[in-house]
């Protein structure tokens, strides 16, 4: 079964920069595991961030950007902002099927 | 805009069969691939399956043997029954709507609960 891995928790300063990963079981993520990111907040409906590695929605704020990083998927924040404080979670395609990230919770402080 | 509105009972019997709709406003069905994820308390996110507008399903490899994902175009809506649940079923179920590697508009989410 294929596993996805985030850091549990990160914690960076208002205006910090701060990149969480997503690491496969698999091996090296490419682009054809077309990550996608995702934002949960309590109470809220998960909010989409980016597709396909690094393509932004419409509403995605332009301090949010998407890469790979050393066999990774990244998503950095830049300028955090408090409002950020949320948890986090990257999704993969792999084998025709869909697999969540552990998720990591972002801690403003 | 496009939103997506889980319903069903937020109670379910241990051994029944958890039943969901998600209604689907603002935007055709067409052409787009239709999701249920869900979070248990306290864990991240799982994908349960999808269905393809025109009917195609795939389900995660370990639930696959209990789930069924259905849709109906012309109500706007999709639905997804879980048999034989456990009370490991208990979780926030969410749907969502992707473009195939795009994934988009969630749910806002509904908590079942699985206990007698």
Redesign the interface.
Known sequence: ?TVVTQEPSLTVSPGGTVTLTCACSTGAVTSHY?P?W?Q?KPG?????LI??TD?K?SWTPARFSGSLLGGKAALTVSGVQPGDEAEY?C?L?YD????????TKLTVL | QVQLQESGPGLVKPSETLSLTCTVSGGSMSHYYWSWIRQPPGKGLEWIGYIYYSGSTKYDPSLKSRVNISVDTSKNKFSLKLSSVTAADTAVYYCARSGGTEWGYWGQGTLVTVSS
């Open positions: 079964q077309y996608n995702f949960l809220q409906a998960p909010r989409a597709y396909s393509n929605h979670y999704l395609y025709d099927t869909w697999v969540f990230g552990g998720g």
